[in-house]
């Protein structure tokens, strides 16, 4: 008889039972209950040990979804899969992250299974659990309409009810290939050849009548797909080329109840009501033009009054931290961009280059090569130490054209940079400093919450230059001043720049969504490709090290961000009209709005005066509709008083107070980059 294996459980507590117990076995013995509920399970050997275990979980790469082996660390399994080592155990119920995942993955089962039996000629490609939902990418010769995700959802829904089992079987390479080959599935034999090896087992799900290539796991059965509803078709070439077959992606979303579907939907709801596309074409605050190209912005004179105050607070704190501003050219040689390392590692994302009277230019895609030019353009001397040089810098980068979206991905954009050039005894405080400042950031516009990350290199990718002693120092830096402020970060291994590891802000706007802007990067190879240098206390040549950091990250992304955070309604400092003003009557009381204009522009405020001949309930709706902070009314009693009626932004009417008062008022919000009204 075997010797028994080991399963602690989330309590510490350990059982000791048969080699091929499954976890459900281990549920049924804790509570029949607890059998009935339970979803999958997140195993690990009991040795082992995981940085961040919830989100390694979570992850699940494209190999991962097809490989029979096992990673070697912490992974999500069936019920039914047979222990066989000694583990920890959680039972994951439907509340937890990883279980959603697959409840979504299995739903994109269950679609496949529609599509079959209602479109056998389909051909299968991948069907991954997604953030937001699930797809399955499939191949059909004549093209699935909208009405055909209506007849899918509906056969889904017959095969929920008839409580499938998803059943894992294993068998030989060579037979599924042998197997799917015949049935002409071109896809599923390119999956098992790049992620299996020859001899070794692959596995298969099956619910029914219905088998996949897939390495899980799995819900128990169909039935445990209970909230689901496909949301598009979308087009794309098989492996990403073009030249081959044209398939198609449908998407759909699962949830555990209806609750969850209906209040997903209603979230996407919000997201809509808050597209900065439409808001940006509403308000009149940017455009892109299509005559001049994709993912150029042009900013309208409302958008530009916004920018205009997001970049005087820049650059007023730029200043009050010790930054230079300074300012680089569109263009440069394409040599600097070869010494920078740019021109081999970049170049796929820059703008082919211009063959002018002396040599080849290209359009520059980062400020950092001008400014380590700047800092090279005179001797420094440690004295001179740190030199902190900050651009609003306009460059451009060639992003494909369906990966474009709005302000959020452009190709020519203003990044608010700066680079450090420090010793290495400054490098702590630097970075520390310069996370001070992200979280000013993201204080004064609004955001309360953010996430952190630190990416590192991966040790033997070329692309990584430098040594590993070089990598080990710089991200031992952002790593320490991480820890001494408390903050708590996850780590991406490979994610790095190509000349240094960094850490990302990612603030978390008012729908919960993450926006990646503020970043701070780490940088020991471009001082030694440039040379650079500086005279140390001892008299010699030392090269400083260099900090990298973006805190809006560009302005468009950030823009475009304000807009969905506010739905427009912007707070009043930043407000491209904050007061509109209405005369009750024009022969009346027009004379008085003027005097009231002029007072509330002499006080800084921006005013805009309805003088037309609309009726006065007309204006104050189309004020509205511009989502100004104020609007003010003014009648006989007004003109009278020396007073104006206050409407506040959704709250309504105030009743009238002196302008005076209100003037004090409207400075102070705006002097304290008040968010509320």
């Given at each position: 008889?075997s010797?028994p294996?080991?399963?602690?459980?989330?309590?510490g507590?350990i059982?000791?039972?048969?080699?091929?117990?499954?976890?459900?076995?281990?549920?049924?013995s804790?509570?029949?209950r607890?059998?009935?509920?339970?979803?999958?399970?997140?195993i690990?050997?009991?040795?082992?040990?995981t940085?961040n275990p919830?989100e390694?979980a979570?992850?699940?790469?494209?190999?991962?979804?097809?490989?029979?082996?096992?990673?070697?660390?912490?992974r999500?399994?069936?019920l039914?899969?047979?222990?066989t080592?000694d583990v920890t155990?959680?039972?994951?119920?439907e509340?937890d992250?990883?279980?959603?995942?697959?409840?979504?993955?299995?739903a994109?089962?269950?679609?496949?299974?529609?599509?079959?039996?209602?479109?056998?000629e389909?051909?299968?490609?991948?069907g991954?659990?997604?953030?937001?939902g699930?797809?399955?990418?499939v191949?059909?010769?004549?093209p699935?309409?909208?009405?055909?995700?209506a007849?899918?959802?509906?056969?889904?829904?017959?095969?929920?009810?008839?409580?499938?089992?998803?059943?894992?079987?294993?068998?030989p390479?060579?037979?599924?290939?042998?197997?799917?080959?015949?049935?002409?599935?071109?896809?599923k034999?390119?999956?098992?050849?790049?992620?299996?090896?020859?001899?070794?087992?692959?596995?298969l799900?099956k619910?029914?009548?219905?088998?996949?290539?897939c390495?899980?796991?799995?819900?128990?059965s169909?039935?445990?797909?209970?909230?689901f509803?496909?949301?598009?078709?979308?087009?794309?070439?098989?492996l990403?080329?073009?030249?081959?077959?044209q398939?198609q992606r449908?998407?759909g979303?699962?949830?555990f109840?209806t609750r969850d579907?209906?209040?997903?939907?209603?979230?996407?709801?919000?997201?809509?009501?808050?597209?900065?596309?439409t808001?940006?074409k509403q308000?009149d605050?940017?455009?892109?033009?299509?005559v001049a190209?994709?993912?150029?912005?042009?900013?309208?004179?409302?958008g530009g009054?916004i920018?205009?105050a997001?970049?005087?607070w820049?650059?007023?704190?730029?200043?009050?931290?010790?930054?230079?501003m300074?300012?680089t050219?569109?263009?440069?040689?394409?040599e600097?961009?070869?010494?920078?390392g740019h021109?081999?590692?970049?170049?796929?994302n820059?703008?082919p280059?211009?063959?002018?009277d002396d040599?080849?230019?290209?359009?520059?895609?980062m400020n950092?090569?001008g400014?380590?030019l700047?800092y090279?353009?005179t001797?420094k001397?440690?004295?001179?130490?740190?030199?902190?040089?900050?651009e609003?810098?306009?460059?451009?980068?060639?992003?494909?054209?369906?990966?474009?979206?709005g302000?959020l991905?452009?190709?020519?954009?203003?990044?608010?940079d700066?680079?450090?050039?420090?010793?290495?005894?400054?490098?702590?405080?630097?970075?520390e400093?310069?996370l001070?400042?992200?979280?000013?950031?993201?204080?004064?516009?609004?955001?309360?919450?953010y996430r952190?990350?630190?990416?590192?290199?991966q040790?033997?990718?070329?692309?990584?230059?430098?040594?590993p002693e070089e990598?080990?120092q710089?991200?031992?830096?952002?790593?320490?001043v991480?820890?001494r402020?408390?903050?708590?970060?996850?780590?991406?291994?490979?994610?790095?720049a190509?000349?240094?590891?960094?850490?990302?802000?990612?603030?978390?706007?008012?729908l919960g969504?993450?926006?990646?802007?503020?970043?701070?990067?780490?940088d020991?190879?471009?001082?030694q490709?440039?040379?650079?240098?500086?005279?140390?206390?001892?008299?010699?040549?030392h090269?400083?090290?260099?900090v990298?950091?973006?805190?809006f990250?560009?302005?468009?992304?950030?823009f475009?961000?304000?807009i969905?955070?506010y739905?427009?309604a912007?707070?009043?400092?930043?407000?491209?009209?904050?007061?509109?003003l209405?005369?009750?009557?024009n022969?009346?009381?027009?004379?008085?709005?003027?005097?009231?204009?002029?007072?509330?522009?002499?006080a800084g405020?921006?005013?805009?005066?309805?003088?037309?001949?609309?009726?006065?309930?007309?204006?104050?709706?189309?004020?509205?509709?511009?989502k100004?902070?104020f609007?003010?009314?003014?009648?006989?009693?007004?003109?009278?008083?020396?007073?104006?009626?206050?409407?506040v932004?959704?709250k309504?009417?105030e009743?009238?107070v002196?302008?005076?008062d209100f003037?004090?008022?409207a400075?102070?919000?705006?002097?304290?980059?008040?968010m509320q009204?």
């Amino acid at each position: 008889m075997s010797n028994p294996i080991k399963i602690q459980l989330p309590d510490g507590s350990i059982r000791e039972v048969a080699p091929g117990t499954t976890p459900l076995d281990i549920a049924n013995s804790i509570s029949p209950r607890l059998a009935a509920v339970v979803v999958v399970a997140r195993i690990k050997p009991l040795a082992a040990t995981t940085a961040n275990p919830t989100e390694a979980a979570l992850e699940q790469s494209e190999e991962a979804m097809y490989s029979s082996h096992a990673p070697a660390a912490e992974r999500v399994v069936d019920l039914t899969t047979p222990l066989t080592e000694d583990v920890t155990l959680e039972l994951l119920k439907e509340t937890d992250p990883a279980a959603l995942r697959v409840v979504r993955h299995s739903a994109a089962h269950v679609m496949a299974t529609a599509i079959l039996e209602l479109f056998p000629e389909t051909k299968l490609g991948h069907g991954p659990a997604t953030d937001n939902g699930f797809f399955y990418d499939v191949y059909r010769e004549v093209p699935f309409t909208e009405s055909d995700l209506a007849l899918i959802e509906a056969r889904m829904a017959e095969v929920v009810a008839r409580d499938e089992p998803f059943v894992r079987v294993e068998e030989p390479r060579a037979k599924a290939l042998t197997d799917y080959s015949a049935q002409g599935e071109f896809m599923k034999v390119h999956f098992i050849e790049r992620f299996t090896k020859e001899g070794e087992e692959v596995s298969l799900y099956k619910n029914g009548n219905f088998t996949d290539f897939c390495r899980g796991p799995h819900v128990p059965s169909t039935s445990r797909v209970k909230a689901f509803k496909l949301t598009s078709l979308a087009g794309a070439y098989w492996l990403g080329d073009e030249n081959n077959k044209q398939l198609q992606r449908l998407y759909g979303t699962a949830f555990f109840n209806t609750r969850d579907l209906d209040a997903h939907f209603k979230h996407l709801e919000e997201i809509k009501a808050r597209d900065h596309r439409t808001l940006g074409k509403q308000l009149d605050l940017f455009s892109i033009q299509e005559v001049a190209g994709a993912g150029l912005i042009f900013w309208h004179p409302k958008g530009g009054l916004i920018r205009k105050a997001m970049e005087d607070w820049m650059r007023e704190e730029c200043i009050r931290r010790g930054y230079h501003m300074v300012f680089t050219p569109h263009i440069m040689r394409r040599e600097l961009w070869k010494i920078s390392g740019h021109e081999d590692v970049y170049s796929e994302n820059m703008y082919p280059a211009m063959t002018l009277d002396d040599a080849e230019y290209r359009l520059k895609p980062m400020n950092c090569p001008g400014h380590i030019l700047i800092y090279k353009s005179t001797p420094k001397s440690y004295r001179d130490l740190p030199q902190r040089y900050a651009e609003l810098g306009n460059v451009y980068r060639y992003e494909r054209s369906g990966t474009m979206h709005g302000l959020l991905r452009v190709r020519g954009f203003t990044q608010d940079d700066a680079h450090i050039f420090c010793t290495r005894d400054q490098i702590d405080s630097e970075i520390e400093a310069c996370l001070d400042f992200a979280e000013a950031v993201l204080h004064t516009f609004g955001f309360k919450e953010y996430r952190v990350e630190l990416s590192t290199h991966q040790p033997g990718n070329p692309d990584f230059i430098g040594t590993p002693e070089e990598w080990a120092q710089a991200e031992g830096a952002l790593h320490g001043v991480l820890t001494r402020r408390g903050l708590s970060f996850q780590t991406f291994p490979g994610e790095a720049a190509f000349y240094g590891p960094k850490i990302d802000v990612k603030l978390v706007d008012v729908l919960g969504r993450l926006w990646q802007l503020s970043t701070v990067q780490f940088d020991f190879k471009l001082p030694q490709r440039f040379e650079l240098e500086y005279t140390g206390e001892d008299g010699l040549k030392h090269q400083p090290v260099m900090v990298h950091r973006a805190l809006f990250g560009s302005v468009e992304r950030f823009f475009g961000v304000l807009i969905e955070h506010y739905a427009g309604a912007f707070p009043m400092w930043l407000a491209p009209v904050q007061i509109g003003l209405v005369p009750i009557s024009n022969e009346k009381h027009l004379d008085y709005a003027n005097e009231v204009k002029a007072k509330l522009e002499a006080a800084g405020l921006r005013v805009e005066l309805d003088a037309s001949n609309s009726k006065m309930q007309g204006k104050i709706r189309d004020f509205g509709l511009q989502k100004i902070p104020f609007i003010l009314i003014m009648g006989d009693k007004e003109a009278a008083t020396n007073s104006v009626s206050v409407r506040v932004r959704a709250k309504g009417d105030e009743g009238s107070v002196s302008l005076d008062d209100f003037i004090t008022r409207a400075k102070t919000l705006v002097s304290e980059h008040a968010m509320q009204l």
